[in-house]
């Protein structure tokens, strides 16, 4: 990869209608010799790897031919980088805001601690109606992985996302990685992003027992591995309650099915989570859960 100031990380899999979509609209972005954009294929079938390749000659591509899952592809782009920050967006993702670059490298400028930015997300198909928000910056728990932005120093000082979570949590295990190595997550509300994504629907979709198994067992896993000892069966038993209580009560047998599957990954994990631990203390767990908790969906304000 180029030295440039900032990259652009963009991994995809099977979506290139959507892939299209989110390059035409940052395409303005790629036209700045700052920057570099590197759109890595998980083993497409449906022509994407070619069509970029075709169309976009200054992007630069990576492909699995056989798919090795999104966590692999995050690593490999970050660990590759030779930019000075990267910027990590899904294939459904694109910038809303005017200058987000401006205000990222400003806002890296002036916090010598920020390990990372956490964007501002929009999660919808459509564009808001108002972009207008009255949110200020501040340090926050965690980010969300469709759109944020490392300082590639921070991102070398902790372990590569665990590719073994499959999908959902890696945010989270970097960001307790990050805490530990003293490092900052900030919110810039100043930088929109919109997220085509229907989150309502998701329940309906034939995916829907497999994404709840992965995101329980996540939790689960990060408990075990950064929580203080003494509240990590409380928070599991709570949150198995909750689940059962919510969803299964309610009939929603689906949901059983995902719980049983988590509980028996967590059980199969053990040994793993015991090597990877890296626990919070006590007071290091009370000045993490004084912060701001994750931004994680933006809605439209009145001014």
């Avoid at 395409?27 to 169309?55: H, M, P, Q, R």
Wanted: charged share 20%; glycine share 4%.
């Amino acid at each position: 990869m180029y030295d440039t100031t900032f990259s652009i990380l963009i991994t995809t899999k099977n979506r290139k209608a959507d892939l299209i979509f989110t390059l035409n609209k940052i395409s303005c972005l790629l036209e700045d010799a700052s920057v570099n954009c590197v759109v890595f294929d998980d083993g497409s079938v449906d022509g994407t790897y070619e069509y970029v390749i075709k169309n976009y000659p200054y992007i630069q591509v990576e492909r699995n031919a056989v798919s090795k899952g999104y966590i692999y592809c995050r690593n490999k782009m970050l660990n590759e980088t030779k930019s000075t920050y990267a910027i990590s967006l899904d294939d459904d993702a694109h910038f809303i805001s005017g200058n987000p670059l401006q205000f990222i490298h400003n806002h890296f400028e002036q916090n010598a601690n920020c390990g990372l930015i956490a964007l501002r997300i929009f999660w919808g198909l459509q564009e808001p109606s108002s972009t207008f928000s009255k949110a200020k910056s501040e340090r926050v728990q965690g980010f969300v992985g469709c759109a944020h932005v490392w300082r590639m120093e921070a991102w070398k000082s902790i372990p590569n996302y665990p590719e073994w979570f499959v999908f959902y949590g890696e945010e989270n295990f970097a960001s307790y990685q990050l805490f530990k190595k003293n490092w900052e997550v900030y919110y810039l509300p100043e930088v929109l992003v919109n997220h085509r994504v229907d989150v309502k629907s998701r329940k309906n979709n034939t995916d829907y027992s497999t994404r709840l198994r992965r995101s329980l067992r996540s939790g689960w896993y990060l408990y075990i591995m950064f929580y203080p000892w003494m509240l990590v069966p409380r928070k599991i038993a709570y949150s198995l309650w909750m689940q059962i209580k919510v969803k299964v009560m309610k009939g929603d047998f689906k949901a059983m099915l995902a719980i049983m599957l988590a509980m028996g990954d967590l059980l199969i994990n053990l040994p793993r989570l015991f090597y990877n631990a890296y626990r919070l203390n006590t007071a290091e767990f009370k000045a993490y859960t004084k912060l701001a908790e994750t931004k994680l969906y933006w809605t439209p304000e009145e001014t």
